[in-house]
T-cell receptor
Framework: DAGVIQSPRHEVTEMGQEVTLRCKPI?????LFWYRQTMMRGLELLIY????????DSGMPEDRFSAKMPNASFSTLKIQPSEPRDSAVYFC?????????????FGPGTRLTVL | SQKIEQNSEALNIQEGKTATLTCNYT??????LQWYRQDPGRGPVFLLL?????KEKRKERLKVTFDTTLKQSLFHITASQPADSATYLC???????????FGGGTRVLVKP
């Protein structure tokens, strides 16, 4: 298996532009997570899906952020409009939830820079 | 308020020695706790999971303890090697849902 796939790996954009980050989870995994990592705030959970349904979006910073999971093999995180403070590394992770085991497999991340 | 605290200062250690990292938490009742390793420019990688009713878990040169009374987990790397240099993150899972909450991580540098 190729692992969790994220694209793009790097994104540089200007303030006010729309940004779309993409994630393909590991086949067979039923949970998908979007995280943001910065030096100041560490690794923060933004939203997670279980069986393609959003379960907890309490970490989404504001209405400028939205996430979708139209099917089991694809998810997007959209920022519109983007702001310089959104600059961070965004990780997608997936897991197969069975019983109490919840090991998460992370993608390589998307480094977002908003100028 | 809920907090997960890891030592933010880097841990410098000589090759062959044991590195010990701490993860303290407040106002959580985790069903289990996980440790991850993160290398620069990469996503975290799962290492170990320990449940609330387990005191200790081992995997090769790694050992994790979990004290729910002290609200603390210790992570040990024995016979450390330069290849162990990375940032180590603890993560708590409560019994509600699949959510993990991560600590800030501790950077370990093993010198030859």
């Amino acid at each position: 298996d190729a692992g969790v796939i994220q694209s793009p790996r790097h994104e540089v954009t200007e303030m006010g532009q729309e940004v779309t980050l993409r994630c393909k989870p590991i086949s067979g995994h039923n949970s998908l997570f979007w995280y943001r990592q910065t030096m100041m705030r560490g690794l923060e959970l933004l939203i997670y899906f279980n069986n393609n349904v959003p379960i907890d979006d309490s970490g989404m910073p504001e209405d400028r952020f939205s996430a979708k999971m139209p099917n089991a093999s694809f998810s997007t995180l959209k920022i519109q409009p983007s702001e310089p403070r959104d600059s961070a590394v965004y990780f997608c992770a997936s897991s197969q939830t069975s019983g109490s085991k919840n090991e998460q497999f992370f993608g390589p991340g998307t480094r977002l820079t908003v100028l | 308020s809920q907090k997960i605290e890891q030592n933010s200062e880097a841990l410098n250690i000589q090759e062959g020695k044991t590195a010990t990292l701490t993860c303290n938490y407040t106002n959580y009742s985790p069903a289990y706790l996980q440790w991850y390793r993160q290398d620069p420019g990469r996503g975290p990688v799962f290492l170990l999971l320990i449940r609330e009713n387990e005191k200790e878990k081992r995997k090769e040169r790694l050992k994790v303890t979990f004290d729910t009374t002290l609200k603390q987990s210790l992570f040990h790397i024995t016979a450390s090697q330069p290849a162990d240099s990375a940032t180590y993150l603890c993560a708590l899972h409560t019994s509600a849902g699949n959510k993990l909450t991560f600590g800030g991580g501790t950077r370990v540098l093993v010198k030859p």
